[in-house]
T-cell receptor, first 108, second 115 residues
Framework: AQRVTQPEKLLSVFKGAPVELKCNYS??????LFWYVQYSRQRLQLLLR??SRESIKGFTADLNKGETSFHLKKPFAQEEDSAMYYC??????????FGGGTRVLVKP | DGGITQSPKYLFRKEGQNVTLSCEQNLNHDAMYWYRQDPGQGLRLIYY???????QKGDIAEGYSVSREKKESFPLTVTSAQKNPTAFYLC??????????????FGEGSWLTVV
């Protein structure tokens, strides 16, 4: 069975500081990983996916199969980055399994 | 305005009663999902449907039931058998159940409170 773990429930950083959200997974197949974000009073929405190798809003995430991790990073956090972030893994049948989420608070 | 519509946004239910949450999408998506969101536990999959007239149990299906009679609709019934139904429920959809990398879109959610 697949599992996604986000060890930090809350990350508090100052504006301009780097931020890294940890995500570890367990899955026997070939993983497909995503980061979703939920801003205050908005819907949960896709931030980025590992297959695209893209940078969205300054965030990047690299899949490390050896360490079974997909950490999300941003070198300079902004106040508008304050939100709830979820790491997710897509398994067979398009079943998407989410981690417990990390709340990011960027202080001015 | 296209997307996923969940109703009602807020619902109160007495213990012992069944309640049905509506989810409609006009995105022409084949796959639809129901998740439950609890504080500190993230999102947990209740049921999902890859195509009309088909659905599978997710990780926490006990006490819930669904139907998929129409492509655009995937209602969730929270039955009296669900021991802890008070939660935030999210409906989602995606283009295809098998297309690699396709995005899942979420509704705004429904708050269910058992009183």
């Amino acid at each position: 069975a697949q599992r996604v773990t986000q060890p930090e429930k809350l990350l508090s950083v100052f504006k301009g500081a780097p931020v890294e959200l940890k995500c570890n997974y367990s899955y026997s197949g070939s993983p497909e990983l995503f980061w979703y974000v939920q801003y205050s009073r908005q819907r949960l929405q896709l931030l980025l996916r590992h297959i695209s190798r893209e940078s969205i809003k300054g965030f990047t995430a690299d899949l490390n199969k050896g360490e079974t991790s997909f950490h999300l990073k941003k070198p300079f956090a902004q106040e508008e980055d304050s939100a709830m972030y979820y790491c997710a893994l897509k398994a067979a049948g398009n079943k998407l399994t989410f981690g417990g989420g990390t709340r990011v608070l960027v202080k001015p | 305005d296209g997307g996923i519509t969940q109703s009602p946004k807020y619902l109160f239910r007495k213990e012992g009663q069944n309640v049905t949450l509506s989810c409609e999408q006009n995105l022409n998506h084949d796959a639809m999902y129901w998740y439950r969101q609890d504080p500190g536990q993230g999102l947990r999959l209740i049921y999902y449907s890859q195509i009309v007239n088909d659905f599978q149990k997710g990780d926490i299906a006990e006490g819930y039931s669904v139907s998929r009679e129409k492509k655009e609709s995937f209602p969730l019934t929270v039955t009296s058998a669900q021991k802890n139904p008070t939660a935030f429920y999210l409906c989602a959809s995606s283009i295809s159940a098998t297309f690699s990398g396709n995005t899942i879109y979420f509704g705004e959610g429904s708050w269910l409170t058992v009183v």
